[in-house]
């Protein structure tokens, strides 16, 4: 099993492109999520989902969007990037107890 | 507002220097706390899970315990290979499986 895995995992974006990260889960979890960290802000919830076709707002949502279309695979968008979304971004799965990390994807916008 | 505090910050111990890490939380109603680690440029690998206070669990050189008001994560005579940043995580009743995070402890174990 290759677990959680992230595409890409390194991205430079100039302000205002667009992006989408994608994951993807070969455990059959029904939840996914997505977090940012930033140094000294730990680890924030950006969106998540409790199953296929569901998507819910986390802690730091504004300029990301996500879709679940199936169950194995949790898309992140950026519409138009900002310098404020520098940062590494992680996906995880689970079944609402422990979560499983990927290796997270390096974005740094100009 | 539900919080999580990890202390301290940075630690920095001889290899076989025994010692604790500490993560306190505001509740309102505890469903899980979750310690992680996280070696520089990977993402965090999961180690325990921690329901009720008294509750303890074991694997190799770390012993992570559970009050009603904080946890430790005790390492007993680290090596080297035990440096890295240590996560802490919690869930709160009616949370729906979201967690939140402390910022981590950065531990580093000199030869």
């Known amino acids: 099993n290759a677990g959680v895995t992230q595409t890409p995992k390194f991205r430079v974006l100039k302000t205002g492109q667009s992006m989408t990260l994608l994951c993807a889960q070969d455990?059959?979890?029904?939840?996914m999520y997505w977090y940012r960290q930033d140094p000294g802000m730990g680890l924030r919830l950006i969106h998540y989902?409790?199953?296929?076709?569901?998507?819910a707002k986390g802690e730091v949502p504004d300029g990301y969007n996500v879709s679940r279309l199936k169950k194995q695979n949790f898309l992140l968008g950026l519409e138009s990037a900002a310098p404020s979304q520098t940062s590494v971004y992680f996906c995880a799965s689970g079944n609402g107890d422990e979560q499983f990390f990927g290796p997270g994807t390096r974005l740094t916008v100009l | 507002e539900d919080q999580v505090t990890q202390s301290p910050e940075a630690l920095r111990l001889q290899e076989g220097e025994s010692s604790s890490l500490n993560c306190s939380y505001t509740?309102?109603?505890?469903?899980?706390l979750f310690w992680y680690r996280q070696d520089p440029g990977k993402g965090p690998e999961f180690l325990f899970t921690?329901?009720?206070a008294g509750e303890e669990k074991e694997k190799e050189r770390l012993k992570a315990t559970l009050t009603k008001k904080e946890s430790f994560l005790h390492i007993t005579a680290p090596k080297p290979e035990d440096s890295a940043t240590y996560l802490c995580?919690?869930?709160?009743?009616?949370?729906?499986?979201?967690?939140?995070f402390g910022k981590g402890i950065t531990l580093s174990v000199r030869p």
């Open positions: 509740v309102s109603g505890l469903r899980g």
């Open positions: 995580a919690v869930r709160y009743t009616g949370a729906n499986s979201k967690l939140t």
């Open positions: 989902s409790v199953g296929e076709g569901t998507t």
């Open positions: 455990m059959n979890h029904e939840y």
């Open positions: 921690l329901y009720s």
